[in-house]
Structure formats: C-alpha cells, structure tokens
C-alpha cells in the first residue's frame, strides 16, 4: 500500500527506484527535485517505495515460508556488558542496535536494498534539501498508550545536540539547525546546510524515537515491536509481544531473548546445541565446518564493514607519520583475505569506503605489500629493533589471526609487535580506542557521509586513531549539500586520500558480516548494513512449526 500526499499524483513504484538508484549513482539533487517533483515526492525517492501497510520492506520479499505466530527466540550477540543500554543515542554495539530495534521505530527504516523507506513518517518533503516537512504517522501508541505525535520526534533528535546525553551521533546531530513542532502530526527540520541524504540519516539506529521528556533508560517506552520484559545488562534482555504494535500482523512471535556471548566458538556451540536459534559474528572457519554439516543456515553478506588496525595518532611512537606508514606496509593483504578470512571479504586499501560503492576512489594506488620500505622507514623514526605491543581479542572478528599474520611481517621489517590476545568481555569497554596500538571491528554504515562522520570527523565520539585534519572535517560538511556530481565525487576522493595518507587506520580487509541460524527460523534475510538482519531481525523473523 503506498502512501497518499494530500494534492499530488502518485508515480509508480518503478519510476521512484530508478530515481532513488540515479542519485546514488551520483545524478544531482537538483536533476533528482526535477525527476520526482511532478509528483511531489522527496528527493531521495523513498515516497513511492512504501510496502505493505507501509512496512516498507523488502526483505521479506527475499526469503521463502508463511509467517507463523507465536513462539519465542533467543539469540546471542557477539558479546554484553554492564554498558549495555535501551538508549538509542548511546547503543555503541551490534547488541545495543538490535536491543534496540525491539522496542522502538525510527522515522524511515532501511529495507534490504538499504534505500530509506518511511516508517513513523508518511512523507518527507523538500525544495531545497536545506528544509524538510515531514508528516508523520497517526494512531500509533507508546508502550505505556501515550499517542505518537511530534513532540516525541523534536524531543528525540534535539537531545542528541546536547553534550550531557553522550549520544553516539551528536556529529550527525549538529546538521540540525532547527526541529519544530508545526503540528501534531508535522515537524519542520531545517539543517545548517543541504544534505539530499537526510531520510537515510534518519534511519539509523540512534536516531529512533523515543517519547517526549524520557530520561530513565532502565526500561523502554517505544512504538517498536515488543515491550521489555527484562533488560539486565550484561546478562540478557528480553521483550513480550506489543498487541498494539502499528504494524498489522506483526510481530510474529511471542517473545524474544538477546544474551551476549563474546567468545564465538561458545556462540556456534550455544547454536548447535540449541541453546539460541541465532548467532552474529561468524568466524569462516566456523561457517565452512556449519556449511558442512548442514544442520544450521548460513548468511554471509559483505557490506562494508571493517576489521581495523588502531594506531592512536596521539600516543607515542604513533606521533610519527613514518611509524604509520610503516604499520600499514606490513599488511600482505592478499595473504590475511586467504588464510584469515578464507576468501570472505575484498581488499581494503586503509580507507573506510568500499570497492563497487558510489564514491568509491579507484584512482588511489592500492598500498603494498612492502616490509623493507617499512623497515627504512622504522629506522628512520628511531624504532629500529623495538619490542612494541599489539592489544587483540576475539571481541573483533579475526584480530587474533590478523595479529599474527602482521607480527610475522613486523619480524622481517625488524620489529617485535607482542600480542597481547586479551578477553573479549570488557575489551569495547577497557581498550578500543585506549591502547596506543589496537583492533577495532566496524559495523557498515548506509552511506558514506554516515561512515566518514561517525569515525572520521574530527570531533566524532568514535574517532579511533584520535586523527585530527581541519581540511577533511571542511570537505565531509561541503560534500553533503554539493549539487555538481564531479565536485561531490572529487570532494569523497580526497577525503579518501587524507584518511589513506594521514589517518592512523590500518585497513587491509572489507570483511563479510557472517551470521547462522537454526532452520526453524523462517523469515531471516540480508539488510547489508550488518548482523541480526541490519539489526531489525526481531520483527520479521518466526518459528517454523
């Protein structure tokens, strides 16, 4: 069912895909106002793309099965913590995202081509890129039966502005100039400068809606799919079905239970022996010896997301731009996507976006393989012959096995990188982006204004080597109302170009994000924006009888 705007005629669903497709492939806004103007849709394209009572997914479109109701899941994250949170501007893992995505709805969501579709909104309208009206949906309750209005949607995207609220997304955040109220079901955001992306940005996780003044997160008062039952964190969350939920139908089952298991050989053991019917973060060893055994469903999708080396630009020896450049030169990437990761992935060339991507920079020269240029280079910064520590864990996929493979190279650079293999539990918490020289494990993001803003900026909360560049920070805000397609694409090519020159991130390897699950559970497909399903598999998954 597509969803009407009051005084505009309706295109088909076809001619909004091509449009929405076009823009990625780099056509203008302007050219993308004048496609869809006629019919007053917005200019990315979501309006015409609504699925069924404006579920909006195709998703569903892309497994097989008849839904069945009832039952109960559990399933188990690539870890917990006692930082665990039911606020979405703090979620920083896969288990917070999911956790998340059971209780509450953003104002778009993703579907398995991640184009936006509308969700608690009906329409987004704009002229100019710069302000956005946007209708929202009407006879949708909060889990305490407090009606959705716009209220709820000003209160939810101002509070990331402010500082006190730790959100994960305030560099995303402060492209709001203005968020009003104009009516109950209408709100007026107008940005400090255009971004053509903004219902996509909007889509993300942090940026669901939660009800006007929340500020105790111990439960979770949403619109989404199910209502807390129990959340401890650290030790499991677990929601009942939302009778009311807006969604007709759904969701499927009756409850739902999310543990955290940080060691992935427990987590594939826990799935064999039925103890969850879902698990995330798939070692491909792991995924070849379940291929085999053809008990359980695997799901590999590669989408971007990352397996890094951190090298914390303020901390010494990593001060020095010789000492960098030397790290990243120790990568025989060939070598880590055949033997770490058993073909699952593409080469990286330490930048965050990915081959076949829109923005993608294919002109930069892919970095060697070259131990004796990073050798001169150790010798010149004064760290010739140095016994340096490598901090890994399993907490991020395939570290371990990539610490090896890179301390065999250190050896012929000559230097000694000790690993030190730490546990998973507390590793987010205790050493990302603390150690001097580390791994972090990075979830794909949408687009690539997302991605460069949320790890890059200088001021983003997740900004892991600690890189500062004034030039980049200019470049990722101009680049996000440019209209001129060679321009933009110029704009994404040198901000590629500072992170692989200056940055301090090693990324030899865009990892393929593997997940299994029982064949019991029907409904499960691929929302490549990582694990559970994009996160979102609560709502669409079912028990098979």
């Known amino acids: 069912m597509t969803e009407k705007k009051t005084g505009s005629p309706l295109i088909g669903a076809a001619e909004s895909v091509r449009a929405f497709e076009a823009l990625h ?3 203008s806004r302007r050219d993308a106002l004048r496609l869809l103007g006629a019919a007053g849709l917005l200019a990315t394209g979501v309006g015409g793309l609504l699925g069924r009572d404006g579920q909006a997914f195709a998703a569903e479109d892309a497994v097989s099965g008849t839904p069945r109701r009832g039952g109960r899941v559990r399933a188990a994250a690539a870890g917990s913590s006692t930082a665990d949170t039911l606020d979405p501007a703090r979620g920083a893992f896969s288990g917070d995202y999911a956790r998340q995505y059971f209780f509450y709805n953003g104002l ?12 608690l909104a009906t329409s987004f309208d704009t002229q100019d890129a710069l302000t956005w009206t946007i209708k929202l949906r009407q006879g949708v309750q909060f889990h305490n039966g407090k009606t959705f209005d716009s209220a709820d949607v000003v209160y939810s995207l101002l509070r990331h502005k402010d500082p006190a609220v730790g959100s994960k997304v305030k560099a995303l955040a402060d492209q709001f100039a203005e968020v009003t109220a104009v009516a109950p079901d209408e709100v007026r955001i107008r940005l400090v400068s255009p971004n053509s992306e903004l219902p996509a940005v909007l889509a993300i996780s942090p940026f669901l809606i939660i009800a006007d003044g929340t500020k105790d997160f111990s439960t979770a008062n949403g619109t989404g799919p199910f209502k807390v039952k129990e959340f401890k964190p650290g030790v499991r969350t677990v929601g009942v079905r939302n009778e009311n939920y807006w969604k007709s139908g759904k969701p499927y089952l009756d409850e739902i239970e ?13 799935l064999l022996a039925g103890d969850v019917q879902l698990t995330v973060s798939v070692d491909p060893r792991s995924a070849e010896r379940l291929k085999q055994s053809g008990k359980l469903k695997v799901v590999a999708n590669t989408s971007g997301g990352y397996t890094d080396l951190i090298m914390r630009i303020p901390n010494r020896p990593f001060n020095d731009p010789n000492v960098v450049e030397g790290m990243k030169l120790l990568f025989d990437r060939e070598q880590i996507l055949k033997s770490v990761f058993l073909g699952y992935g593409t080469i990286g060339n330490d930048q965050p976006i990915m081959p076949g991507t829109p923005y993608y920079a294919a002109d930069l020269p892919q970095r060697p393989y070259d131990p004796d240029k990073a050798k001169f280079l150790f010798q010149k910064a004064g760290i010739a012959g140095a016994r340096m520590p490598l901090v890994t864990s399993t907490a991020a996929d395939n570290a371990n096995e990539m610490a090896l493979v890179l301390q065999q190279s250190a050896r012929q650079a000559g230097l000694n990188l000790m690993v030190n293999r730490v546990s998973a539990d507390g590793y987010w918490d205790n050493h990302w982006m603390k150690d001097p020289l580390g791994f972090g494990n990075i979830n794909a993001r949408p687009t690539a204004n997302i991605l460069l803003s949320q790890f890059f900026k200088s001021d983003a909360p997740w900004n892991e080597s600690g890189w500062k560049n004034e030039q980049f920070d200019q470049l990722l805000v101009a680049s996000r109302g440019e209209t001129d397609v060679a321009k933009r694409k110029q704009m994404y090519a040198d901000m590629q170009l500072l992170i692989h020159q200056h940055s301090g991130i090693g990324l030899p390897i865009f990892t393929s994000s593997i997940d299994a699950h029982s064949p019991k559970l029907g409904g499960y497909g691929i929302i490549p924006i990582g694990g559970f399903m994009g996160y979102m598999f609560a709502e669409h998954v079912w028990l098979e009888a």
């Open 108 to 119: 778009t969501v993703f579907d398995s081509h991640l184009e936006p579709q509308m969700a």
């Open 258 to 270: 999310l543990i955290g298991i940080g060691d992935e050989p427990s987590r594939v053991n826990a």
């Open 25 to 27: 492939r780099g056509l």
